[in-house]
């Protein structure tokens, strides 16, 4: 998809303020920091509609972002940030899940990774959680620029591995840096949202 209008329809606190058009909706989940608010300005060619930042942790709302009037990307906050209270985290989860389990308009999770380093405890709860509830999920290991070529069957396996899978077909190389997989994660993102 070629890109000209997106725009933040609302940083959602609470379920009430999630937008009531009923687009079609590719929610971003991963550990914070891992790339999620890069993804979606690599995806629509922007460099900062989405907020990245290298403190991680920015993200603490549910960003609806609406794509050519057709869709929207759900930036939700990342798991794994240690400075956290408990309160915040439990906080955390019940948005998450109620965004999760109660979302009618969810079509897809793109799941995403950090190609560098083994799967976390968390990511891999976050994808059992998701096929748990029969989520389509998307897997995208992201960062590929930070691995040498001659090294990346040995990350996707490290992935694999830790995920549980029995092969890493499935996931998507991704790089917001070079922009490889930018244009088969459209592709497969297309087809959740016709
Ligand atoms: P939270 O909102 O805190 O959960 O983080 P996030 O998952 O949205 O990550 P974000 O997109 O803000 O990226 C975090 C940091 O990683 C930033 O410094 C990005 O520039 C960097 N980064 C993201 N994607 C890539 C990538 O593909 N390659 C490289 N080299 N750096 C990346
Ligand atoms: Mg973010």
Redesign the pocket.
């Known amino acids: 998809m070629d890109v000209h209008q997106a725009e933040i329809t609302i940083s959602a606190v609470s379920p009430s303020q999630y937008p009531s058009d009923h687009l079609p909706e590719i929610a ?1 989940a ?13 995806l629509i060619n922007r460099k900062s509609l ?10 603490r709302t549910i960003n609806f972002y609406k794509i050519e009037e057709t869709f929207y990307f759900v ?1 939700v ?2 798991y794994g ?1 240690a400075k956290v209270s408990k309160t915040e985290q439990a906080k955390w989860g019940e948005m998450m899940n109620t965004y999760f389990t109660k979302r009618e308009d969810l079509r897809l999770t793109v799941l ?1 990774l950090d190609f560098r380093h083994p799967p976390s405890n968390e990511d891999k709860q976050m994808l059992d959680y998701l096929l748990y509830h029969e989520l389509p999920v998307l897997i995208v290991a ?5 691995i040498k070529r001659s090294r990346h069957q040995k990350h996707l396996q490290q992935l694999a591995d830790g995920l549980g899978l029995s092969s890493f077909d499935d996931i998507l190389l ?5 922009k490889e997989g930018k244009e088969e994660a459209w592709e497969l993102i297309e087809d959740f949202i016709k």
Request: charge should be positive; aromatic fraction near 8%.
């Open positions: 971003l991963g550990r914070s920091n891992v790339g999620k608010s890069s993804f979606v300005n690599t989405a907020r990245t930042s290298s403190k991680p942790g920015k993200t930036d906050p990342g940030y995403l992201t960062k590929s620029d930070k991704f790089s917001s840096e070079t």
